[in-house]
């Protein structure tokens, strides 16, 4: 088991970001993001599962529910591989976050989601650097990908507050894996060692009247540096604070379904 490092205060959290906000994409060498380095590459890869699943809900580890779950929705047909929905909870929330969100629309729109727990309190790389929550996502990955036919053309990553900015960087350097990238209300992108790969493209969303993550030095400055990438960028902005709205996230999983 590795040590998971302290967590930043959200007071020095969005202080830094106040330094760090600009250095945003294609930023390996810059060390004006206090937030990176490591190695954010995945392996795990879709294909012909070797097992079976059926639907319902599957603990990834049955001893720890805090690692997450696999949601699998009774529309899924081993014979026709459906797309599939990495989720990615904010500070503190746990799996169940992304649960809450993604879990009804899973069923309703018919996708898998795999909702995977940070091994701390939030994701190595805004503590620490990207290490052990890339660790146990690969493997969460491929325990997932060896039991469900997965569309390789529609699998995207999802995520909220800190999950969101964990999701950017995981895009952006696992886009041969992740088409497309949601991010609701997003702090920064984080630095990593890995480089870009692929071109996914992504769907922001940011209340106006976030008090966590204020948009003006977060989606506001994410948003045109990912354009000035050459990435394809959706974005929603709404009258609202630190949340992910019922119309936005429906919004949202209709555009990542495409």
């Known amino acids: 088991m590795h040590d998971v490092p302290r967590h930043p205060t959200r007071r020095e959290f969005i202080g830094a970001l106040a330094v760090g906000s600009l250095a945003l994409v294609g ?3 810059d060390t004006t993001n206090p937030f990176g380095g490591g190695v954010s590459r995945l392996a795990a890869r879709p294909g012909a599962p ?13 001893s720890n529910p805090a690692d997450g779950y696999l949601i699998v929705p009774s529309s899924y047909d081993r014979t026709r591989p459906m797309p599939f929905v990495l989720g990615l909870h904010g500070a503190g929330i746990g799996p169940q976050g ?5 879990g009804p629309y899973a069923e309703s729109a018919g996708f898998i989601l795999l ?15 990207f290490s052990y929550d890339v660790s146990f996502i690969d493997a969460a990955l491929k325990w997932s990908f060896d039991r469900c036919a997965v569309d390789p053309a529609r699998v995207v990553v999802q995520g909220f507050s800190d999950g969101a900015s964990y999701a950017l960087t995981l895009g952006m350097t696992n886009g041969d894996l ?6 609701n209300s997003p702090g920064l992108v984080p630095r990593s060692d890995s480089p870009e790969v ?39 902005e709404f009258d609202g604070g630190h949340t992910v709205p019922a119309a936005i996230a429906a919004q949202a999983i209709d555009w990542m379904l495409k």
Not at 50 to 62: L, Y
Not at 98 to 102: E, G, K, Q
Not at 207 to 221: E, K, T
């Open 27 to 29: 930023c390996q060498a």
């Open 50 to 62: 070797a097992g079976t699943i059926t639907a319902g809900s599957w603990p990834i580890t049955a």
């Open 98 to 102: 992304p649960i809450n969100l993604l």
């Open 115 to 129: 909702a995977v727990g940070a091994r701390g309190l939030t994701w190595d790389v805004l503590t620490s650097k």
């Open 178 to 183: 992740f088409k497309r990238v949601v991010a």
């Open 198 to 236: 692929g071109k996914p493209q992504f769907f922001l969303s940011h209340g106006r009247q976030d008090a966590v993550l204020g948009i003006d030095g977060a989606s506001r400055v994410i948003v045109p540096a990912l354009q000035d990438a050459g990435y394809a960028v959706t974005y929603v």
